[in-house]
């Protein structure tokens, strides 16, 4: 059963794009778009007709020092259920965004609707989120500028991860809705007629953990993308904020696309220091194996500083309360972190 509720609906305004069943975009489709600096304005207030989001200055993300931006892939694809798609109950396409996030979903009888996400957090690793119970609404055709669709989901949501593993129930409520009708400064063109389709929704449930007892946990995602359909169906700009607050970890992943190579980018060296840490979890004493001299430090999830200029392998964490940290280990041959539970 799906709950949903049309919140406004106008007739569009002239050379307005509808978004329809027909402008979905075809299985298969792809489109590459390039990595920005995820500290872009994401122009919130700049909504309704023959409005300007100016991009020009974003900067691009160098992670290989080559000279050029990242690129990530869109694609949509029909599911396969012979792999993980078919924990997706009804879903026919999926769309992912590289390795980072996929959606399922289907579309029919006048809906877009939404079975579910996988998604890459830095903190979990990936995220399984079902919503086989309730079904999220993404849109409700013919989707017009002022239109509003507000929907309730719940499932389930998982996560396979030896240090914070989650298998329980989830619910969430969100609207999807088209916000602007305007113009499209990307770095090197204007894009006329772009529609902006915004997603912002929130995620609730209770991690069941064996240190901490019952544990709150909220993902809050807010999700834009802009289409310009004479050039494709598939977006030429996404940006992306997914928020994981709980008492055992708060992490904001952000991801901003475009489809314009950038003039300018950031530029990362690629530095990750390969080392063990043993045992994990501890209550008392952590050993730390890696080649050569090392500095390392541990800190809470907050970002505090709790022990500093380790150089020894043999740390004693005895006196640090129970709960999650990350170990950063440096030496001359990179940094790299590690998530450790002090029992």
């Known amino acids: 059963m799906k709950k949903l509720l049309l919140l406004s609906a106008f007739t569009p305004l002239l050379g307005f794009a509808q ?6 975009p075809a299985v298969p489709s792809t489109a590459t778009l390039y990595l920005c600096d995820s500290n872009a304005v994401r122009y919130e207030g700049i909504t309704g007709t023959g409005v300007t989001w100016d991009y020009r200055n974003l900067l691009g993300v160098d992670t290989d020092n080559n000279g050029l ?40 009888e006048g809906l877009k609707i939404s079975t579910g996400n996988i998604f890459s957090e830095p903190s979990l690793g990936s995220v399984f989120i079902r919503w086989n119970e309730e079904n999220q609404v993404l849109k409700d055709y013919p989707f017009d500028l002022n239109s509003s669709v507000a929907s309730a989901f719940s499932g389930n949501i998982k996560v396979d991860n030896p240090v914070v593993a989650i298998d329980t129930t989830a619910s969430g409520s969100g609207v999807a809705k088209i916000d602007g009708f305007g113009t499209l400064r990307l770095q090197q063109n204007d894009y006329s ?25 909220q993902l809050v995602r807010s ?45 990362f060296k690629n530095n990750d220091l390969s080392f063990n840490v043993y045992p994990n979890p501890t209550s008392e004493v952590l050993t730390i194996s890696t080649e050569g001299t090392f500095t390392a430090s541990i800190s809470d999830i907050s970002g505090k500083v709790m022990l500093s200029n380790l150089t020894n392998s043999q740390v004693n964490v005895s006196n640090l309360p129970s709960g999650m940290y990350f170990l950063t280990v440096s030496s001359d041959k990179g940094i790299g972190t590690q998530r450790i539970i002090k029992k």
């Open 19 to 24: 978004m329809t069943e027909a402008n979905e």
């Open 69 to 108: 931006a990242e690129s990530k892939v869109l694609d949509v694809q029909a599911t396969d259920p012979n792999t993980n798609d078919s924990l997706f109950e009804g879903a026919t396409t999926k769309y992912s965004i590289g390795n980072l996030v996929t959606t399922y979903y289907s579309v029919g």
């Open 193 to 217: 007629n772009v529609t902006r389709y915004v997603i912002q929704d929130t995620l609730n449930s209770v991690l069941q953990n064996p240190l901490f007892g019952e544990v709150p946990i």
């Open 223 to 267: 999700w834009y993308e802009y289409y310009q359909y004479s050039t494709s169906d598939l977006p030429i700009m996404v940006l992306i904020s997914i928020t994981l607050n709980s008492a055992l970890l708060n992490n904001t992943s952000t991801l901003v696309l475009s489809k314009d190579l950038p003039d300018n980018n950031l530029g």
